[in-house]
């Protein structure tokens, strides 16, 4: 069963930073793309960032384009999303995703997804 677990979360005030990290358990982590998601109060969820299996590629919202880095230590089966310049509108539920396949296509296509987390709560006051 695969289970995937973020944390890291929490309240920081505007221009600070927060890593967020999510451990997947189940699968073999490396053959897989990742990505994180974030839904923000009143809107629909929206896509952060994805990271190929071996971390050789990446790629980011537009809106967090750089400010966030995702990385991911596959020896310790972790994905990580490191947050910089925060800003209120960052303020969202993130969550961590796996990919049902490896293929490196459309990483934010949030269908594409299979395995979830419960979400971790990240709020940035102003």
């Known amino acids: 069963q695969v289970q995937v677990v973020e944390s890291g979360g929490g309240l920081v005030q505007a221009g600070g930073s927060l890593r967020l990290s999510c451990a997947v358990s189940?699968?073999?982590?490396?053959?897989?793309?990742m990505g994180w998601f974030r839904r923000a109060p009143g809107k629909s969820r929206e896509f952060v960032a994805a990271?190929?299996?071996?971390?050789?590629?990446?790629y980011y919202a537009d809106s967090v384009k750089g400010r966030f880095t995702i990385s991911r230590v596959n020896a310790k089966n972790t994905l990580y999303l490191q947050m910089n310049s925060l800003e209120p509108e960052d303020t969202a539920v993130y969550y961590c995703?796996?990919?049902?396949?490896?293929?490196?296509?459309?990483?934010?296509?949030?269908?594409?997804?299979?395995?979830w987390g419960q979400g971790t709560q990240v709020t940035v006051s102003s």
């Open positions: 995703a796996s990919r049902e396949s490896g293929t490196w296509d459309n990483p934010s296509r949030q269908m594409l997804y299979a395995y």
């Open positions: 990271i190929s299996g071996s971390g050789a590629n990446t």
């Open positions: 189940g699968r073999t982590f490396n053959r897989y793309v």
